[in-house]
C-alpha cells in the first residue's frame, strides 16, 4: 500500500525557509518523477517543483530560484527546499508523482501546512 507523509510545514515569517520532506513507503520510490504540488485555500492544487522520468526536474514560474526539490532514493524521501518565502507561498504542501493511471497517492494524504507571515 502506498503511503507518502510530508512534514517540515510551519510557520514563518516573509524571507524565511523551510525544508519540507515526504517520506514514501510502499513503493519502488527510484521509479517515480516525485514532485511537490500546493493548494492554497479556494484556489486548486498546482504543482509547485517535480523530477521528470528522464531525472530533470521543473518548476513552477513562481518559485523559480527560491525553492529547490531534491531526492534521496536511499531514503525513499524526497525533499523540497524553500527559500525568500512570501505570503502567497501559504499553502498546504503534498508530495506525489503521476503515473499512467493517474497519482501515486489517490487521497493525497495530509500535506504539510506552511504558513508565510509576519
Request: glycine share 12%; with cysteine.
Amino acid at each position: 500500500q502506498v503511503q507518502l507523509v510530508e512534514s517540515g510545514g510551519g510557520l514563518v515569517q516573509p524571507g524565511g525557509s523551510l525544508r519540507l520532506s515526504c517520506a514514501a513507503s510502499g513503493i519502488r520510490f527510484s521509479s517515480y518523477a516525485m514532485g511537490w504540488y500546493r493548494q492554497a485555500p479556494g484556489k486548486q492544487r498546482e504543482l509547485v517543483a517535480q523530477f521528470t522520468s528522464g531525472g530533470s526536474t521543473n518548476y513552477a514560474d513562481s518559485v523559480k530560484g527560491r525553492f529547490t526539490i531534491s531526492r534521496d532514493n536511499a531514503k525513499n524521501t524526497v525533499y523540497l527546499q524553500m527559500n525568500s518565502l512570501k505570503p502567497e507561498d501559504t499553502a498546504v504542501y503534498y508530495c506525489n508523482a503521476p503515473t499512467s493511471w493517474g497519482f501515486l497517492s489517490a487521497d493525497w494524504g495530509q500535506g504539510t501546512q506552511v504558513t508565510v507571515s509576519s
